[in-house]
């Protein structure tokens, strides 16, 4: 039955055509809304989950929502070309709830990203709530087969490095290297992919903390995450440059630092070199999610102007786009015919940012652009 499954599932193809919204599913779209500089194209909308990440990979669109947004969709989604969102890998992965084993069950998951060889990473925080304490077994990595929805590898992050307080936000590769962050407790997570072992590096370092004078500020008034108490989110987004060499990463609210790979990868490097090592690299403001070409050019969606910018490698800095309906929009997605898909999460207007009354605008929005003409390959 599971090998019927995977093969139904194989042969859907991405297919994009003109339906409507259905209410707590998701309408896809083929028609091009005007936007200043740009063209957006509404690519999907849904009402049923709150999507921050978005992944194409295997010929299919892939999207994810954290749980404590509070909404009912899946915590990892395939968009059908029936106008659905189907639990991915299947229903049981998507089934946790408290007093379930978690190990093989997605807690909150927090972000998509293929990797170099195709295959599909889910990266689950493993806390039901905004912080807290990860569940057992819940913090983990789960690597799968696009085309098939098979599980090829579960990495466990165990109580050592999801710690009480974090928050694992993001992953990027290089070689037999992982690199994630850790946006709650403030540090870098090393995994070597092969071996599964993770470490913890730069932890509560001046690089992976937050900075008090850098307030996320949106309509003009600061994003709290408590009456008078400014949003702080410690390292959240990063990438590796083309060449392997670097690792760029930074605070949500900036800025940005970089550190060489070859001293991440290496186990004897002591903390107080590591962090010796560390140098500035961009002064970006706070952002939603970015994206890195082959070419080194980084992509990143400006929360203060609903904006997507480009800070090319020699460091010169270029609005692609502003527009009022790419409010919080997420972490970017570079697909391979060169378009840009957003998640449009809306973050800020959820309820728990003001003081329990919801200020989300229905449907959410999943947009794609072509940040620019010719091909932009997507990194690592």
């Not at 599971?2 to 409507?20: D, E, P, V, Y």
């Not at 992919?193 to 370092?205: K, P, Q, S, Y």
Request: some cysteine; glycine content about 10%; hydrophobic content about 40%.
């Amino acid at each position: 039955m599971k090998q019927n499954r995977q093969q139904a599932f194989s042969k859907r193809g991405l297919r994009r055509i003109a339906i409507a919204v259905f209410t707590g599913f998701v309408g896809v779209c083929a028609y091009p809304l005007s936007s200043h500089a740009q063209s957006i194209r509404i690519e999907a909308t849904t009402t049923a989950m709150d999507w921050n990440a978005v992944a194409l990979a295997g010929g299919h669109v892939f999207v994810a929502g954290p749980r404590w947004s509070g909404f009912s969709g899946p915590a990892v989604g395939l968009l059908t070309k029936n106008g659905k969102i189907e639990p991915f890998p299947d229903a049981d992965w998507n089934g946790w709830k408290p007093g379930r084993d978690a190990t093989h069950r997605f807690v909150s998951v927090n972000a998509l990203h293929v990797a170099p060889d195709g295959t599909l990473w889910v990266v689950d925080t493993g806390t039901p709530s905004f912080g807290g304490v990860p569940v057992s077994g819940g913090a983990k990595l789960v690597r799968i087969d696009p085309a098939t929805g098979h599980v090829l590898r579960i990495y466990p992050l165990g109580p050592d490095i999801a710690k009480a307080g974090s928050y694992i936000d993001d992953i990027r590769f290089n070689g037999r290297h992982a690199y994630l962050t850790d946006a709650g407790k403030g540090a870098l997570i090393v995994l070597d992919v092969e071996t599964g072992h993770a470490r913890r590096v730069l932890d509560n370092d001046v690089s992976t903390r937050a900075r008090t004078g850098r307030p996320i500020i949106m309509d003009g008034h600061v994003v709290e995450s408590h009456p008078h108490q400014p949003l702080l989110v410690n390292v959240d987004p990063l990438e590796v440059s083309p060449d392997g060499k670097w690792l760029y990463f930074g605070p949500l609210e900036g800025p940005w630092s970089r550190i060489p790979t070859a001293l991440l990868d290496d186990t004897n490097v002591s903390s107080t070199d590591l962090s010796a090592a560390v140098q500035p690299w961009a002064d970006l403001p706070p952002i939603g999610g970015s994206a890195m070409d082959t070419a080194g050019n980084l992509y990143f969606t400006n929360l203060k102007d609903n904006g997507v910018y480009r800070r090319d490698v020699s460091g010169k800095i270029t609005k692609l786009l502003s527009d009022s309906r790419l409010r919080w929009a997420d972490a970017p997605c570079l697909a391979p015919d060169g378009r840009m898909w957003l998640p449009v999460a809306q973050l800020d207007r959820l309820s728990m940012f003001h003081q329990g009354q919801s200020r989300i605008i229905q449907p959410f929005l999943l947009v794609s652009i072509h940040p620019q003409a010719g091909q932009v390959k997507p990194g690592r």
